[in-house]
């Protein structure tokens, strides 16, 4: 082998071994997103930390905390300030009968943690790969690009939608194009 050859080999070494990184888990089509997997296993335990459908929770004048007729409590850790939400990162608390029951952060960097009664599911996204953690910590990974192709009702992810004065908050991926609504909250 030349020396150059073999430099360019040894210096493109780290990288084949970068991909075959144990650490990511195993390599994941489309198929892992629409089957039974941890992802919607997690929605079906948040589900049951969902406000009751229909209702519309109170928003405190400093956004940090919503109440609910039945007593759930959402906390804000980034107060919510519906005229001014460009840049907001979402991390929250929902309490249920006096006990934490989900928590959620979706970073702008790319990624979302939710905590249920199950535990934590994680989505980390880099530039090329969606490396997710179940909360067994079993570990998969797919290249962002194939995601293209896998329908967005079956990805992953926080719908956020706003107004001038109400905030609601769900998670998509449960195979039907409207997700689950976590809450709605609008000023007094």
Request: charged share 15%; net charge negative.
């Amino acid at each position: 082998m030349r020396p150059a050859l073999a430099r360019a080999a040894l210096l493109l070494l780290p990288l084949a071994l970068l991909s075959c990184d144990p650490d990511h888990g195993a390599e994941v089509s489309c198929t892992w997103f629409a089957d039974d997997n941890c992802w919607r296993q997690s929605l079906d335990a948040a589900q049951a930390c969902a406000a009751d459908p229909g209702t519309t929770g109170t928003l405190s004048a400093d956004g940090s905390q919503c109440t609910f007729p039945d007593g759930t409590l959402i906390v804000f850790e980034n107060p919510v300030d519906l005229a001014n939400m460009e840049g907001w990162e979402l991390h929250l608390t929902i309490t249920r009968s006096g006990a934490d029951c989900l928590q959620l952060d979706e970073r702008q960097a790319g990624g979302v943690t939710l905590t249920t009664s199950l535990g934590t599911f994680r989505e980390e996204v880099s530039n090329t790969e969606v490396d997710l953690t179940c909360p067994d910590l079993t570990k998969v990974h797919i290249e962002a690009l194939a995601l293209l192709g896998c329908g967005f009702e079956n990805l992953p992810g926080v719908l956020t939608g706003w107004s001038a004065t109400s905030l609601t908050v769900g998670l998509a991926g449960t195979g039907a194009q409207q997700g689950l609504t976590l809450f709605t909250c609008a000023q007094p």
